[in-house]
């Protein structure tokens, strides 16, 4: 398990955004892993808000091999590094206005 809760599986988010986050994950995983399809299977499902079949997810992914889990995890929080980036230049811009 990890020292802290990331993308989906992270505490305090909407629906909306939790699906958000399955949405890139799993399409990052159809290019990364893309040999785990249990994996990508329970993101889908995920996608309808079956918080069991999340904690599947969470499971499978740490499955992963360590080198495809590596690139996935990295290309993931770059994703998410860039989204929050753009979103607080957003909020910047409309608090000037």
Request: hydrophobic share 55%; net charge negative; proline share 4%.
């Given at each position: 398990m990890?020292?802290?809760?990331?993308?989906p599986w992270a505490e305090r988010?909407?629906?909306?955004?939790?699906?958000a986050r399955l949405r890139a994950l799993r399409a990052l995983a159809n290019v990364l892993a893309h040999n785990q399809t249990e994996f990508r299977a329970a993101l889908a499902?995920?996608?309808?808000?079956?918080?069991?079949?999340?904690?599947v997810a969470?499971?499978?992914?740490?499955?992963?091999?360590?080198?495809?889990?590596?690139?996935?995890?990295?290309s993931y929080s770059e994703l998410d590094r860039d989204t929050n980036q753009t979103i607080n230049?957003?909020?910047?811009?409309?608090?000037?206005m």
């Open positions: 990890y020292a802290f809760a990331f993308g988010i909407d629906l909306y955004e939790r699906v499902i995920a996608e309808n808000g079956d918080d069991d079949v999340l904690a969470l499971e499978l992914f740490e499955q992963i091999p360590a080198l495809p889990r590596r690139k996935l995890l990295a230049a957003l909020r910047a811009i409309a608090s000037e």
